[in-house]
């Protein structure tokens, strides 16, 4: 079988080194038929890229039958000789010699029609929804993001490590679990106290599916120094919002000397370098994801509407150094900001409260119109496992708070928190203290205790939804439109 992609066809504009003369054969689906009086025109699209190629019958040349059968949606094998392009729009195209039809598309049934669907109608046909311009560059972008991950780790020294997706340590606390058993449901096996007796049960004890990879990712990093993990990672989170999924792709780097100063070095040049990478390798399905961004503003109010276009916020997120405060800070600034004065804010903030996504959206989108890193959270509102901080913090005013952890989250424009992180507590002490502190018994955590019983050293890491990512760099508004099979509280039939 030979045959081109799209892609690589489109690419040979008329030039010293271009097929135009030699026959090809192209395959994919129809986008859209024309009729003239001399001519049938067919756009095909075969996935490759976000571009169609023009297909060509003289009128007349094509049997009645089956031109009948070549309707949007339907799947064809043509080939004949690549041409000049009399037309505008494209560079060449095919003049039809033979055509095969693989497969029809009945147009009384067919559900994509070539106009404009809603999301919320494509997301109900998810088998479809990849052959429409807007998923397919989605998932073309979200390809090459993924890609640009494993490179960016592997091109600065980390090893990526597989932590488990079925886990016992319910102990981070990052979320509801989802419940991993093949215990009877509707008669499991009591204890003697009436309860479900796990120990009978497949890994003879209770097991979910995993919310984090990071305590196994430490383990890794305390061995072979960088590591980063990119795997499914699962919350029963009951919010019906557009940021969270209930299963989601997580990136989890963990370094270890790196302190949180590192970390948010490292956090930025990574974010930024993925999605310049996106820039590069994406330009036309970006593009086109640009104009269309460009369109829905256009049903905005006028002060809705945003300031900059999807390609022109990428580059001004790339461009520039994004601000680092601490918590404290931030706080300040949101008491003395104008939602808090007029109470705008629905949630009210002082300092220990944790931010809301409309507290995080100010900073970054209204105050400093860049994204933030916010460091150094109060103890009481970050998971037990952060670094300690030794001093308390001060505001500007000089009063006292405390204590804090050295913790980071870095927030987006439009999407608030993408990426949450922190310097982790390498003293025994102080973490099983802190753990026992908040209810967390140090015994259960045994295997990852052992880390700072054993050559302990100081070592941070974060945590990227990569969901976010792609949310932020192809500027779509609802974060199950870019997951090709979104798992969302009662949605999971495909
Ligand atoms: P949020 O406050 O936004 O719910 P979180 O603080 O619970 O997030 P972390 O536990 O810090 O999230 O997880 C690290 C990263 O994973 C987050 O910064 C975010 O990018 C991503 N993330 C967390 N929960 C979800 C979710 N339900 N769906 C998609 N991405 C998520
Ligand atoms: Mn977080």
Redesign the pocket.
């Known amino acids: 079988m030979s045959y081109q992609s799209i892609k690589q066809l489109l690419k040979n504009a008329p030039g010293v080194d271009s097929p135009v003369g030699t026959t090809v054969t192209v395959k994919g689906w129809v986008r859209t038929k024309r009729e003239s009086k001399n001519a049938v025109f067919i756009a095909l699209n075969d996935g490759s890229t976000i571009n169609n190629i023009q297909v060509v019958a003289e009128a007349g040349q094509l049997p009645e039958e089956t031109l009948k059968l070549i309707t949007t949606g339907s799947c064809l094998s043509v080939t004949g000789q690549l041409v000049e392009s009399q037309g505008a729009g494209q560079a060449v195209e095919v003049k039809i010699s033979d055509v095969h039809i693989y497969g029809t598309a009945d147009p009384e049934k067919y559900p994509l029609q070539p106009k404009r669907h809603s999301l919320e109608f494509l997301r109900e046909i998810a088998h479809l929804r990849p052959r429409t311009n807007t998923f397919s560059a989605i998932l073309r972008i979200r390809h090459a993001l993924a890609f640009a991950v494993h490179k960016y780790f592997n091109d600065n020294g980390f090893f990526y490590l597989n932590t488990p997706i079925i886990t016992a340590s319910d102990a981070e606390g990052?979320?509801e679990m989802f419940r991993v058993t093949t215990l009877d449901a509707t008669k499991p096996p009591l204890t003697d106290e009436g309860k479900v007796d796990y120990s009978q049960d497949f890994f003879g004890r209770e097991t979910n599916l995993t919310v984090?990879g990071q305590l196994e990712g430490e383990l890794g990093a305390m061995a072979l120094g960088k590591i980063y993990t990119f795997g499914p990672?699962f919350?029963a989170?009951n919010s019906n919002t557009t940021?969270?999924?209930?299963e989601?792709w997580?990136i989890e780097p963990e370094m270890a000397f790196y302190e949180l100063e590192d970390n948010m070095n490292l956090a930025e040049d990574f974010v930024k370098t993925v999605i310049r990478y996106a820039l590069q390798h994406c330009a036309d399905d970006l593009a086109f994801l640009d104009g269309r961004l460009k369109e829905e503003e256009k049903t905005k109010k006028k002060e809705e509407q945003s300031e900059l276009g999807l390609l022109e916020k990428l580059q001004f997120v790339i461009s520039n150094e994004f601000v680092r405060l601490t918590y404290t800070e931030a706080v300040e600034i949101l008491v003395n900001s104008k939602p808090a004065k007029k109470g705008q804010f629905q949630y009210e903030v002082s300092w220990g409260v944790d931010l809301q996504s409309e507290h995080e959206r100010y900073l970054v989108e209204k105050h400093f119109k860049k994204p933030v890193i916010l460091t150094n959270y109060p103890r009481e509102i970050k998971a037990f496992y952060m670094k300690q901080d030794d001093e308390p913090a001060t505001n500007s005013r000089g009063e006292v708070f405390g204590p804090t952890v050295r913790a980071m989250?870095v927030l987006f424009p439009g999407i608030?928190?993408?990426?949450?992180g922190s310097q982790r507590e390498d003293s025994f002490d102080k973490l099983t203290a802190r753990m026992l502190e908040v209810g967390i018994e140090p015994e259960a955590l045994w295997w990852y205790l052992d880390t700072r019983r054993f050559g302990s050293a100081p070592h941070a890491g974060f945590?990227?939804?990569f969901?976010?990512l792609v949310l932020f760099v192809t500027g779509m508004g609802n974060?199950r439109d870019v997951i090709p099979f979104p798992r969302a509280p009662k949605t999971a039939e495909f």
């Open positions: 990052a979320g984090s990672t919350r989170e940021r969270h999924l209930a989601f997580m989250d608030g928190e993408i990426i949450g945590g990227l939804g969901e976010r974060i």
